[in-house]
């Protein structure tokens, strides 16, 4: 079993940056694919961007890409995946959460499904 605690989220103001972390714990994991998702209120759960233990490849959203706001990172020693978020807006206001693919295999997925653990969320409210 594998454990995600998220963190880092708040009450923010338009601008603002903020550094999301996701600690993870239980079984080996070195192999997994960690990805950060969202959820606004009312909206469906929406993927940001993922990253892979072992060799620090990422792969984006198209949208959270192209706004080059978002930068998915990790710290093997700490057994943490960071998310941060530059910039933000309103409409990045939403629960953020952490999720492991155990069956990384090299490929990156956007689907929620796809992933194994995940954790309680961390809430981001931007007002303007």
């Known amino acids: 079993q594998v454990q995600l605690v998220e963190s880092g989220g708040g009450s923010v103001r338009t601008g603002d940056s903020l550094r999301l972390s996701c600690v993870v714990s239980?079984?080996?994991?070195?192999?997994?694919?960690m990805g950060w998702f969202r959820q606004a209120p009312e909206k469906e759960r929406e993927f940001v961007a993922a990253?892979?233990?072992?060799?620090?490849?990422?792969?984006?959203a198209r949208s959270t890409k192209g706004e080059g706001r978002f930068t998915i990172s990790r710290d093997n020693a700490k057994n943490t995946v960071y998310l941060q978020i530059d910039g933000l807006k309103p409409e990045d206001t939403a629960v953020y959460y952490c999720?492991?693919?155990?069956?990384?295999?090299?490929?990156?997925?956007?689907?929620?499904?796809?992933?194994?653990?995940w954790g309680q969320g961390t809430q981001v409210t931007v007002s303007s």
């Open positions: 990253i892979s233990w072992n060799d620090g490849r990422t792969y984006y």
């Open positions: 999720a492991a693919d155990r069956k990384y295999t090299g490929i990156f997925t956007h689907r929620g499904y796809d992933y194994d653990y």
């Open positions: 239980g079984r080996t994991f070195s192999n997994y694919a």
